[in-house]
């Protein structure tokens, strides 16, 4: 089977560098834009099933590809895709994190997976919740899959899939709408494309 990654598009505060986290934040007008275009890069993929998290900025992103397809009959909602629940640091930019909180926002760049959000949960509470999903798609699909997740969770599935430690949570990438693709075999899943977004080119034309 090929697993496809795929994180939603731009939202306002991603531009803007505000934590998101579980609050549901819509997408964007490019975000929107960067969608459509998913959804185009999609059409041709023999895709069997879709499944999402249940924020909006996702939801509306499986949507997108589902709608290019013409079959939004193959989205499946999972709590287990939600981001992470950054507590209080929801709704701060970055720079107001690193005020209130300057020793734990350290932390967060250095060593993130020892990480306890004020009133949220860890990364590790998020990879294993993430991995049990993908972990039972592996076991239920018989042929290629879409998950429309988020950053925090892209990054920690895959040093999750790859056998990789979570203190390396920072060496992957994924742009909003961006697309990976692993594929399971020999055994083991294999990485063969990471922060795809070419799709996005006539997008970023338009946007200037």
Same mark, same amino acid.
């Given at each position: 089977m090929r697993l496809f990654l795929v994180r939603h598009g731009e939202t306002d505060w991603n531009k803007k560098g505000i934590f998101r986290g579980t609050a549901d934040v819509p997408l964007s007008d490019t975000g929107r834009a960067q969608v459509a275009s998913l959804g185009k890069a999609f059409f041709?993929?023999?895709?069997?099933?879709?499944?999402?998290s249940p924020l909006s900025?996702? /939801?509306?992103?499986?949507?997108?590809? %589902? &709608?290019?397809?013409?079959?939004?009959?193959?989205i499946t909602i999972d709590e287990g895709l939600t981001d992470i629940?950054?507590?209080?640091?929801?709704?701060?930019?970055?720079?107001?994190?690193?005020g209130e909180y300057p020793e734990l926002y350290e932390k967060w760049l250095?060593?993130?997976?020892?990480?306890?959000?004020?009133?949220?949960?860890? /990364?590790?509470?998020?990879?294993?919740? %993430? &991995?049990?999903?993908?972990d039972r798609i592996q076991r239920e699909s018989d042929g290629d899959v879409v998950v429309i997740t988020h950053h925090v969770v892209i990054r920690a599935l895959l040093c999750s899939l790859l056998d990789i430690?979570?203190?390396h949570f920072r060496s992957?990438?994924?742009f909003p709408a961006s697309?990976?693709?692993?594929r399971f075999e020999y055994s083991k899943w294999v990485l063969y494309r990471l922060n795809d977004v070419c799709h996005l080119a006539e997008t970023k034309k338009s946007d200037g």
């Open positions: 041709d993929n023999p895709i069997r099933k879709i499944y999402s900025r996702a /939801l509306d992103t499986a949507k997108a590809i %589902a &709608r290019g397809r013409r079959q939004e009959r193959l629940d950054r507590g209080k640091w929801e709704g701060l930019t970055h720079q107001q994190a690193k250095l060593t993130p997976q020892e990480v306890q959000f004020p009133g949220g949960n860890t /990364l590790p509470h998020i990879q294993n919740q %993430a &991995r049990a999903v993908i430690n979570l203190s992957f990438e994924a697309i990976g693709q692993l």
